[in-house]
């Protein structure tokens, strides 16, 4: 079992940055390949990037790409998005989620295939 905390998210005006968070418990989180999805009120939740169990790779939706970054840490066992840039458009709940693999380069674009999410946490741009 492992209990993801995502946090970092706030109010910021169109323009700015922020960083995510997403502390994991109860397992280590080197076993996992990790994404970041986010949910707008109204929408599906959508794909947002996701990273290897080693961090050797990164995938991003096209609409965050070259703003966004994926990176993590599995010495501390968490996991980031850097969100620069932010757009309006990029207000949502954020999700992370993690996705248990044996390989080293696996990573998913999917909701489908993670089997562990946090609570999220609130991103708002203003205009």
């Known amino acids: 079992q492992v209990q993801l905390v995502e946090s970092g998210g706030g109010l910021v005006q169109a323009g700015g940055s922020l960083r995510l968070s997403c502390a994991a418990s109860g397992r280590t989180l080197s076993s996992f390949a990790m994404g970041w999805f986010r949910q707008a009120p109204g929408k599906e939740r959508a794909f947002v990037a996701a990273?290897?169990?080693?961090?050797?790779?990164?995938y991003y939706a096209d609409s965050v790409k070259g703003r966004f970054t994926i990176s993590r840490d599995n010495a501390k066992n968490t996991v980031y998005l850097q969100m620069n840039s932010l757009k309006p458009d990029d207000t949502s709940v954020y999700y992370c989620?993690?996705?248990?693999?044996?390989?080293?380069?696996?990573?998913?674009?999917?909701?489908?295939?993670?089997?562990?999410w946090g609570q999220g946490t609130q991103v708002t741009v203003s205009s």
């Open positions: 990273i290897t169990r080693g961090g050797g790779s990164t």
């Open positions: 989620g993690a996705d248990r693999t044996f390989s080293e380069t696996y990573y998913s674009t999917n909701g489908a295939a993670y089997e562990y």
